[in-house]
């Protein structure tokens, strides 16, 4: 079964700078992987995807991810980080004709001014 | 596309209370899944439906979990004897997938509290 680390719980970064939080998977074929982001009291709302293709895939609200199978990570970034982007940020994976998304625990941005 | 709506948006319940929660998934969508959150957690699959055939529950949806989906429209999740470990949130999200994989889009879910 397919499985997700978020290796860092809480990140804290200054608005304006760059932002990059990883997500390692385990799967033994080509993963569907994905970001989604939520805001408190709020459902998950996708950031992006990467299904095949390209390994730099560009999401919404400036947000880009890079698919590097020999490192099996699926790291989100962005350039520049505006205080709305403060929220909790989950990895998840899917597997071929599996229907089930296996999600990481999430990462924690708080943005300071 | 009005997205995927959950009602409540929030539940109080005792102990041992019954509580039945609603789904309305986009429309066109044929698969509609439940997810559930504990805090400090990612979402953990429960139980999924494509139209109205439930394909799968997972081990964490004991007996006292029940999941519809009739006509394959809404959903509705339902806790009997509810216990203090229920205490969660329960999202719900749908998709249109007709082969392989796609997007889940979720609802905003119904946070769940049992007294």
């Known amino acids: 079964a397919q499985s997700v680390t978020q290796p860092d719980i809480h990140i804290t970064v200054s608005e304006g700078a760059s932002l990059e939080l990883r997500c390692n998977y385990s799967?033994?074929?080509?993963?569907?992987l994905f970001w989604y982001v939520q805001s408190p009291g709020q459902g998950l709302q996708l950031l992006l995807k990467y299904f095949s293709g390209d390994t730099l895939v560009q999401g919404i609200k400036g947000f880009e991810a890079e698919f590097k199978r020999s490192q099996s990570s699926f790291n989100l970034r962005k350039p520049s980080v505006h205080w709305s982007d403060a929220a909790e940020y989950f990895c998840a994976v899917g597997a071929g004709n599996d229907y089930k998304l296996s999600f990481g625990a999430g990462t924690t941005v708080t943005v300071r001014a | 596309d009005t997205g995927v709506s959950q009602d409540p948006r929030h539940k109080i319940t005792k102990r041992g209370q019954n509580v039945t929660f609603r789904c309305d998934p986009i429309?066109?969508?044929?698969?509609l899944y439940w997810y559930r959150q504990t805090l400090g957690q990612g979402p953990e699959f429960l139980t999924y439906f494509q139209n109205e055939a439930q394909l799968e529950k997972s081990r964490l949806l004991s007996d006292r979990f029940s999941a519809e989906r009739p006509k394959g429209s809404f959903s509705t999740l339902e806790i009997q004897r509810t216990e203090q470990g229920d205490s969660a949130m329960y999202l719900c999200?749908?998709?249109?997938?007709?082969?392989?994989?796609?997007?889940?889009?979720f609802g905003n879910g119904t946070r769940l509290t049992v007294t």
């Open positions: 999200a749908s998709s249109l997938t007709i082969q392989g994989q796609s997007p889940l889009h």
């Open positions: 429309s066109e969508h044929n698969r």
């Open positions: 799967y033994g074929a080509t993963p569907y």
